[in-house]
């Protein structure tokens, strides 16, 4: 069974503090890496969607690197203002057969102090 | 584009009652999720249809919830009878299907079930 897993599970920074978080995936029958920001009372949206090792992807202060050799991917924030507060959750495909769902990991929770 | 549409966007009902959320997914995309939001679970997938087949309902929680898929453009998530701890946000996704393609979610619909 797929597992997705992140850390930290929250974090509390100050503005202007550049972070990161870890997403760990299983390296076998790899397909894709999402990552989604979800805003409390809001719907999760979409930021990143990386398939190729070595992949870096980048959307103003916030980038991601994709490792699919050894299953991980981390997000980085740069300058972190307090409108990135969020849940920042990943997601891999599950690709068995002709399942295609995503299997969630449980979110690293950020809080962005001013 | 006006996205995935879900309604309603509240629904407060009595316990034993049935409840009916209801979901327009993007057009043209052809996979659908129901997802309901949990403390413990994050973000669960309930279902997931493809082409209006349900390829993976494992996460139905049990007999009281039931989703359909009359057509590529509505789906219904249905819970009879209702109970408090099915008290939680319900969203709806739709996608292109691919293991690359993103999941647009809808706004939600909020259940309380006094």
Redesign the interface.
């Known amino acids: 069974i797929l597992n997705v897993e992140q850390s930290p599970q929250s974090l509390h920074v100050q503005e202007g503090d550049s972070t990161n978080f870890t997403c760990s995936f299983p390296s076998s029958n790899f397909y894709a890496l999402h990552w989604y920001r979800w805003e409390t009372a809001k719907s999760p949206e979409a930021l990143f969607v990386m398939t190729l090792n070595g992949d870096e992807k980048k959307k103003g202060r916030i980038s991601a690197t994709l490792n699919t050799k050894e299953g991980y991917s981390y997000l980085y924030i740069k300058g972190s203002q307090p409108e990135d507060s969020a849940t920042y959750l990943c997601a891999s495909p599950m690709a068995a057969g002709n399942n295609r769902k995503l299997i969630w990991g449980l979110g690293t929770s950020l809080a962005v102090n001013p | 584009d006006a996205g995935v549409i879900q309604s309603p966007r509240h629904e407060v009902t009595e316990m034993g009652q049935e409840v009916t959320l209801r979901c327009k997914p993007i057009s043209g995309h052809n ?1 659908l ?1 129901w997802y309901r939001q949990t403390m413990m ?3 669960e ?1 309930l279902i ?1 249809f ?1 082409n209006n087949v349900p ?2 309902d494992s996460g139905m929680p049990e007999d009281r919830f039931s989703a359909k898929m009359p057509n590529a453009s509505f789906s219904t998530l249905k819970i009879q009878p209702s109970e408090p701890r099915d008290s939680a946000v319900y ?1 709806c ?1 739709s996608s292109l ?12 619909t909020r259940l309380t079930v006094l």
């Open positions: 996979s999720f679970r994050g973000l997938l997931y493809n390829i993976d969203f996704a299907g691919r293991t690359t393609d993103t999941q647009y979610f809808g706004p939600g």
